[in-house]
């Protein structure tokens, strides 16, 4: 008996050690240095502006499914052949799941991002003040890169520059012309009303109007549904709110008779009926197989449908209430940024900045991402054929910029809105689970908890 | 026993239809790789013009080579190391019943049910502090613990039925304690530690949720975390995608079938014992 | 399996039968015969290469999960200490206690019918167990055991799309009706990725219900066949009983493989749509890394953790008891 006391005793001492081991933190997890957004104090010139001449290796981390990036590092390494490029790929759900950690723990020279702001927060993300001073890049439209500053108490739109662009994109609506002209859609819908006619055209043909991507965590229909906030209201208020200013609610009157009118859409069966399962590759299949008359999507896609379908797509902004009234658009630089520990910073920015300054780059950003070059307001531009619809979708920024209509995309208020908040929402919506009013407010109460906390 | 005609039959339309449930959709998953890339098959159609092409296509863009390579490397790191520990601690538990050896046992039995998301967010910054992040070692050093409760276990009941007189023969021989261990009590195990050779393997090989958390380069990454890559990757081309699924099944298929028997015994062991 | 399934047998220091007859202490005199304080520090060295390994892999992020629970962290900046906070949250927030409840529905698809198709099976082709038809059955069954369930999840997503062969097969019995994409779909998407679960688990349940009714003697159906008994109650008398043991089994891997599901759901839905399909493991995942709400995925993981052992031991008692 002795002797088996004495062995728990052991047993005992060995497992009382051991647990002092693992309990050897027993304060707060974490660093214990704030990092807040430092405005840079340092003069331009401290600054390197080439890639140098040594051997070096970009780690690059990219969205799947969009070839532009990937042309341009390739064209970069052929003009700089020090340079070679690692890029990495994933879906874009992924990379905002993924942005945080990958910045600080394995932090890439050139990243494509989503939203900045929790980035910028926790200190992962390189300020590139000086390289926009050192380059100029102060001196493109301000409008430009607005999306992509970050102020000192975190709300987006003004303060330091934390990310750049490789092309300013700009989304519509697609359509499919030999569909159109099934409906005896011959152009454009000039308004809202002409725009649900077609639809309802569409529905009695037994065409499908729009076969939108809204399945996984993909909200697609965020897409329509911001294009009827602003055709119902004004744009400021919903920048204020994707940029997290102070008070900014989404749950609006405007806001509200947007979402009604997709659930009438909804209700109407303008949408595939299976939107909830469809990814936007499905989509994109399903309407080059000409099995869908509209999709609400982005220039990014214009060079890929001059080379499918040449000839058969159009493309128009959404239309206002009133006829002639204005237009607007969700319209963001596909935003990259630098890792604030990236292992070559400087040549990430030279890259930046050739990419928006080199004749042949913004060649393959037009052709390939068919969306318009960052940079100067008198830079090269290539010249585009007519009847294409990179053509129309560059001639609708313009539109764009001369009725101030630019949104950044609702789903990039914060970083995990989007797949937490607006996609489960407009899935639900789909499902005729939830209301209007109960969906904004849903949205509302999850953005505020996400910047609480 | 004779079994009745009637009964005879049924009982092979259920195998049957057993069966097709299973490879049902593996044939869907084939036939859909031979269709055009891009393109959106309906169902199970054969194309009119197989691209036998996508699998070579497939190989390629997966990196098939290196990523098998990566799976044999973690595996590898995993099996070896937690067959020979956890054979040593099975010893020491089942047979020389150190003092305190039921507590040990507990200890390692309360791991038995974990599931591995409980303990997902610290191991991250645990291997980040380390240093490994994004390495393959990321995977191999947690992996042997999680899979200690279980090779603890199942080498302990192994251990537990060797009869005391071995290890007191071996000793009249005059080996000390680390011999009788090498040459007498390994040997006996080799077919507990062969079962649990293949169902380590396996475990290692299909391991997902520590791959898409600590390594995000799919070249360092077990056979089933690259496959999640791969989809990342190119989940907007079906067929490509029922390619590239197929030819990283295809390594452990080929094992199975190989090895089938000892496959079959040791997981119904595994979840009989274990 | 992603994870080593419990064990089946709780009573693991009960000497095993065949042994029976050795006394305990013969033995621990006959291992002690060296000097046996040396004989104990070896011991315990035997011990210490796989204690270290599980102390620091396992037990300690064990420990700082529920340390990490108790506070508000985003990972990287500082953490502020919120005590119970987390729990009062998940307990409270419908997308946090939502996706047990999801798992708790997913037991249904991943064991019940498993286990109850298993038993069918195995009762029906028990006579012809040995035939060749049951041997290459045996193989193939088992294959979904084997695969990755990544490569499970992207298999039955193509499937279950909206013209992926599911459909198809409806369509072509004449229920064209009642086609859907099963995965994008309110009500059919949980049930659907619960299938995906079933399909991995049959062969294993059938198999392992199978080996166990190999061993049940043959002179017990001999007896109800002399007393007029029919297959039913031949079922339900014999065969059941008799597979107490394997049917324990299969409920608690196929349970814990509910409970803890995540590359499945991964895969194939993301937990859509809406949060239909959002399971507790994936949740952690999503609220430690893509929202970086650490310490609230540190709540959810205790629960999960806490909820695994609530399920598991009961099911275990009960066996142990019908033992003793």
Same mark, same amino acid.
């Given at each position: 008996m002795t002797h088996n006391l004495a062995r728990k005793r052991t047993a005992l001492v060995a497992l009382a050690a051991s647990g002092a081991f693992l309990v050897n933190a027993c304060s707060a997890p974490g660093t214990t240095t704030e990092s807040t957004p430092q405005a840079s104090t340092q003069t331009s010139a401290s600054v390197q502006t080439t890639c140098g001449t040594d051997n070096i290796t970009m780690k690059g981390y990219f969205e799947t499914g969009f070839p532009l990036p990937k042309a341009l590092t390739d064209e970069f390494t052929k003009q700089f052949p020090n340079v070679t490029w690692d890029v990495r790929e994933d879906q874009f759900a992924v990379i905002t799941q993924n942005a945080l950690r990958v910045l600080a723990d394995d932090p890439p020279d050139l990243m494509r991002l989503p939203s900045i702001q929790q980035a910028v927060k926790a200190g992962v993300l390189l300020n590139l003040d000086e390289y926009a001073t050192a380059y100029g890049w102060d001196k493109w439209p301000a409008s430009q890169l607005e999306q992509l500053r970050v102020n000192s108490a975190g709300a987006r739109g003004e303060g330091s520059l934390y990310a750049q662009g490789l092309n300013y994109s700009l989304t519509g609506v697609f359509y499919n012309k030999d569909l159109a002209a099934k409906i005896g859609m011959t152009e454009a819908p000039k308004t809202l009303a002409e725009l649900d006619d077609a639809l309802a055209k569409a529905k009695a043909a037994g065409i499908t109007g729009i076969a939108q991507f809204n399945g996984g965590a993909t909200g697609g229909l965020a897409f329509p549904l911001q294009n009827l906030m602003a055709a119902y209201g004004e744009t400021a208020p919903i920048n204020d709110w994707i940029f997290q200013k102070a008070g900014a609610n989404i749950n609006t009157e405007s806001n509200l008779k947007a979402v009604q009118h997709l659930q009438k859409w909804i209700k109407a069966g303008y949408f595939a009926d299976d939107v909830n399962s469809l990814d936007y590759a499905a989509m994109m299949s399903r309407f080059t197989g000409g099995k869908s008359l509209f999709i609400f999507d982005g220039d990014w896609e214009s060079g890929n449908f001059d080379k499918t379908m040449p000839g058969k797509v159009g493309f128009f902004l959404m239309p206002p209430l009133e006829a002639g009234g204005k237009q607007a658009a969700m319209s963001a630089p596909l935003t990259f940024g630098v890792s604030a520990k990236a292992a070559h910073p400087a040549c990430a920015a030279f890259f930046l900045n050739w990419v928006a300054t080199n004749q042949t780059a913004r060649e393959i950003t037009v052709k390939i991402g068919g969306s318009h070059p960052m940079g100067a307001q008198d830079a090269f531009m290539p010249e585009v054929a007519k009847d294409t619809v990179t053509a129309q979708t560059l001639a609708a920024g313009t539109k764009i910029g001369v009725d101030n209509g630019g949104m950044d995309f609702i789903a990039n208020a914060t970083s995990s809105i989007y797949p937490k908040s607006w996609t489960p929402n407009l899935q639900k919506l789909v499902a005729g689970e939830v209301e209007p009013d109960a969906l904004l407010k849903s949205v509302q109460t999850d953005y505020e908890s996400q910047i609480k906390g | 026993m004779i079994a009745s005609k009637r009964e005879t039959v049924i009982g092979r339309i259920l195998l049957i239809l057993l069966m097709l449930w299973t490879l049902m959709p593996f044939v869907s998953l084939f036939v859909t790789a031979l269709h055009k890339s891009g393109s959106y098959p309906a169902g199970v159609e054969w194309p009119a013009d197989p691209q036998w092409g996508n699998f070579a296509l497939a190989f390629q863009s997966a990196q098939m080579g290196a990523l098998v390579w990566s799976s044999v490397q973690i595996v590898l790191g995993v099996v070896p190391i937690s067959l020979v520990i956890a054979t040593m601690a099975g010893y020491a538990i089942g047979h020389l019943r150190v003092p305190g050896h039921k507590l040990l046992l507990l200890l390692f039995v309360f791991g038995l049910t974990l599931p591995f998301e409980g303990?997902?967010?610290?191991?991250?910054?645990?291997?980040?502090?380390?240093?490994?992040?994004?390495?393959?070692?990321?995977?191999?050093?947690?992996?042997?613990?999680?899979?200690?409760?279980?090779?603890?276990?199942?080498?302990?009941?192994?251990?537990?039925?060797?009869?005391?007189?071995?290890?007191?023969?071996?000793?009249?021989?005059?080996?000390?304690?680390?011999?009788?261990?090498?040459?007498?009590?390994?040997?006996?195990?080799?077919?507990?530690?062969?079962?649990?050779?293949?169902?380590?393997?396996?475990?290692?090989?299909?391991?997902?949720?520590?791959?898409?958390?600590?390594?995000?380069?799919?070249?360092?990454?077990?056979?089933?975390?690259?496959?999640?890559?791969?989809?990342?990757?190119?989940?907007?081309?079906?067929?490509?995608?029922?390619?590239?699924?197929?030819?990283?099944?295809?390594?452990?298929?080929?094992?199975?079938?190989?090895?089938?028997?000892?496959?079959?015994?040791?997981?119904?062991?595994?979840?009989?014992?274990? | 399996m992603s994870q080593p399934p419990a064990p089946s047998?709780?009573?693991?220091?009960?000497?095993?039968?065949?042994?029976?007859?050795?006394?305990?202490?013969?033995?621990?005199?006959?291992?002690?015969?060296?000097?046996?304080?040396?004989?104990?520090?070896?011991?315990?060295?035997?011990?210490?290469?796989?204690?270290?390994?599980?102390?620091?892999?396992?037990?300690?992020?064990?420990?700082?999960?529920?340390?990490?629970?108790?506070?508000?962290?985003?990972?990287?900046?500082?953490?502020?200490?919120?005590?119970?906070?987390?729990?009062?949250?998940?307990?409270?927030?419908?997308?946090?206690?939502?996706?047990?409840?999801? /798992?708790?529905? @997913?037991?249904? *698809? &991943? $064991?019940?019918?498993?286990?109850? !198709?298993?038993?069918?099976?195995?009762?029906? +082709?028990?006579?012809?167990?040995?035939?060749?038809?049951?041997?290459?059955?045996?193989?193939?069954?088992?294959?979904?055991?084997?695969?990755?369930?990544?490569?499970?999840?992207?298999?039955?997503?193509?499937?279950?799309?909206?013209?992926?062969?599911?459909?198809?097969?409806?369509?072509?019995?004449?229920?064209?009706?009642?086609?859907?994409?099963?995965?994008?779909?309110?009500?059919?998407?949980?049930?659907?990725?619960?299938?995906?679960?079933?399909?991995?688990?049959?062969?294993?349940?059938?198999?392992?219900?199978?080996?166990?009714?190999?061993?049940?003697?043959?002179?017990?159906?001999?007896?109800?066949?002399?007393?007029? /008994?029919?297959? @039913?109650?031949? *079922? &339900? $008398?014999?065969?059941?009983?008799? !597979?107490?043991?394997?049917?324990?089994?299969? +409920?608690?891997?196929?349970?814990?493989?509910?409970?803890?599901?995540?590359?499945?759901?991964?895969?194939?839905?993301?937990?859509?749509?809406?949060?239909?399909?959002?399971?507790?493991?994936?949740?952690?995942?999503?609220?430690?890394?893509?929202?970086?709400?650490?310490?609230?995925?540190?709540?959810?993981?205790?629960?999960?953790?806490?909820?695994?052992?609530?399920?598991?031991?009961?099911?275990?008692?009960?066996?142990?008891?019908?033992?003793?």
């Amino acid at each position: 008996m002795t002797h088996n006391l004495a062995r728990k005793r052991t047993a005992l001492v060995a497992l009382a050690a051991s647990g002092a081991f693992l309990v050897n933190a027993c304060s707060a997890p974490g660093t214990t240095t704030e990092s807040t957004p430092q405005a840079s104090t340092q003069t331009s010139a401290s600054v390197q502006t080439t890639c140098g001449t040594d051997n070096i290796t970009m780690k690059g981390y990219f969205e799947t499914g969009f070839p532009l990036p990937k042309a341009l590092t390739d064209e970069f390494t052929k003009q700089f052949p020090n340079v070679t490029w690692d890029v990495r790929e994933d879906q874009f759900a992924v990379i905002t799941q993924n942005a945080l950690r990958v910045l600080a723990d394995d932090p890439p020279d050139l990243m494509r991002l989503p939203s900045i702001q929790q980035a910028v927060k926790a200190g992962v993300l390189l300020n590139l003040d000086e390289y926009a001073t050192a380059y100029g890049w102060d001196k493109w439209p301000a409008s430009q890169l607005e999306q992509l500053r970050v102020n000192s108490a975190g709300a987006r739109g003004e303060g330091s520059l934390y990310a750049q662009g490789l092309n300013y994109s700009l989304t519509g609506v697609f359509y499919n012309k030999d569909l159109a002209a099934k409906i005896g859609m011959t152009e454009a819908p000039k308004t809202l009303a002409e725009l649900d006619d077609a639809l309802a055209k569409a529905k009695a043909a037994g065409i499908t109007g729009i076969a939108q991507f809204n399945g996984g965590a993909t909200g697609g229909l965020a897409f329509p549904l911001q294009n009827l906030m602003a055709a119902y209201g004004e744009t400021a208020p919903i920048n204020d709110w994707i940029f997290q200013k102070a008070g900014a609610n989404i749950n609006t009157e405007s806001n509200l008779k947007a979402v009604q009118h997709l659930q009438k859409w909804i209700k109407a069966g303008y949408f595939a009926d299976d939107v909830n399962s469809l990814d936007y590759a499905a989509m994109m299949s399903r309407f080059t197989g000409g099995k869908s008359l509209f999709i609400f999507d982005g220039d990014w896609e214009s060079g890929n449908f001059d080379k499918t379908m040449p000839g058969k797509v159009g493309f128009f902004l959404m239309p206002p209430l009133e006829a002639g009234g204005k237009q607007a658009a969700m319209s963001a630089p596909l935003t990259f940024g630098v890792s604030a520990k990236a292992a070559h910073p400087a040549c990430a920015a030279f890259f930046l900045n050739w990419v928006a300054t080199n004749q042949t780059a913004r060649e393959i950003t037009v052709k390939i991402g068919g969306s318009h070059p960052m940079g100067a307001q008198d830079a090269f531009m290539p010249e585009v054929a007519k009847d294409t619809v990179t053509a129309q979708t560059l001639a609708a920024g313009t539109k764009i910029g001369v009725d101030n209509g630019g949104m950044d995309f609702i789903a990039n208020a914060t970083s995990s809105i989007y797949p937490k908040s607006w996609t489960p929402n407009l899935q639900k919506l789909v499902a005729g689970e939830v209301e209007p009013d109960a969906l904004l407010k849903s949205v509302q109460t999850d953005y505020e908890s996400q910047i609480k906390g | 026993m004779i079994a009745s005609k009637r009964e005879t039959v049924i009982g092979r339309i259920l195998l049957i239809l057993l069966m097709l449930w299973t490879l049902m959709p593996f044939v869907s998953l084939f036939v859909t790789a031979l269709h055009k890339s891009g393109s959106y098959p309906a169902g199970v159609e054969w194309p009119a013009d197989p691209q036998w092409g996508n699998f070579a296509l497939a190989f390629q863009s997966a990196q098939m080579g290196a990523l098998v390579w990566s799976s044999v490397q973690i595996v590898l790191g995993v099996v070896p190391i937690s067959l020979v520990i956890a054979t040593m601690a099975g010893y020491a538990i089942g047979h020389l019943r150190v003092p305190g050896h039921k507590l040990l046992l507990l200890l390692f039995v309360f791991g038995l049910t974990l599931p591995f998301e409980g303990i997902i967010t610290p191991l991250y910054y645990q291997i980040r502090d380390f240093g490994l992040l994004n390495t393959r070692w990321a995977i191999i050093l947690p992996l042997i613990g999680l899979f200690m409760p279980f090779s603890v276990y199942w080498m302990r009941a192994h251990f537990v039925n060797m009869p005391a007189e071995l290890s007191e023969a071996a000793e009249v021989d005059g080996a000390n304690r680390w011999q009788i261990f090498w040459r007498v009590h390994v040997p006996l195990a080799r077919p507990a530690l062969s079962s649990l050779g293949i169902l380590l393997f396996l475990w290692t090989w299909n391991q997902f949720l520590l791959t898409v958390v600590l390594v995000n380069d799919p070249l360092k990454r077990t056979a089933a975390g690259a496959l999640g890559a791969f989809q990342g990757q190119w989940g907007t081309d079906i067929p490509l995608l029922c390619a590239g699924s197929l030819l990283i099944m295809a390594p452990t298929l080929l094992v199975f079938f190989i090895f089938q028997r000892q496959f079959v015994a040791a997981l119904l062991q595994g979840s009989m014992k274990g | 399996m992603s994870q080593p399934p419990a064990p089946s047998h709780p009573s693991w220091d009960r000497p095993s039968p065949h042994f029976g007859s050795r006394a305990v202490g013969a033995r621990r005199g006959g291992v002690h015969k060296t000097s046996p304080r040396r004989g104990r520090w070896i011991g315990y060295l035997f011990v210490v290469p796989a204690l270290a390994f599980y102390l620091v892999f396992v037990i300690r992020p064990i420990f700082l999960t529920v340390q990490y629970s108790m506070y508000d962290w985003n990972g990287v900046t500082r953490a502020t200490w919120v005590g119970a906070g987390n729990y009062l949250k998940v307990f409270a927030d419908p997308t946090l206690y939502g996706p047990v409840l999801n /798992a708790f529905e @997913l037991i249904i *698809f &991943f $064991s019940f019918i498993p286990i109850t !198709l298993g038993l069918v099976t195995a009762a029906t +082709v028990r006579r012809i167990a040995e035939s060749r038809l049951a041997g290459l059955a045996r193989t193939i069954v088992f294959i979904p055991q084997v695969i990755p369930l990544v490569a499970a999840g992207i298999i039955w997503s193509w499937l279950l799309a909206s013209n992926g062969l599911v459909n198809q097969l409806l369509r072509a019995i004449g229920l064209g009706g009642i086609t859907k994409a099963w995965l994008g779909d309110f009500g059919t998407a949980l049930p659907a990725v619960g299938m995906i679960g079933a399909w991995v688990q049959l062969g294993l349940c059938t198999l392992l219900l199978l080996a166990g009714m190999s061993k049940i003697d043959g002179s017990l159906y001999e007896a109800a066949r002399l007393d007029g /008994a029919g297959p @039913l109650r031949e *079922f &339900f $008398s014999i065969t059941l009983p008799s !597979l107490r043991q394997e049917i324990v089994v299969c +409920v608690t891997v196929t349970v814990i493989a509910a409970l803890s599901s995540f590359d499945i759901i991964y895969i194939s839905t993301q937990g859509g749509p809406g949060n239909s399909t959002l399971v507790p493991g994936l949740q952690i995942f999503y609220l430690a890394f893509s929202e970086n709400r650490v310490g609230l995925a540190s709540a959810l993981a205790v629960t999960l953790m806490v909820l695994v052992l609530a399920v598991v031991l009961p099911i275990q008692l009960l066996a142990r008891e019908d033992n003793e």
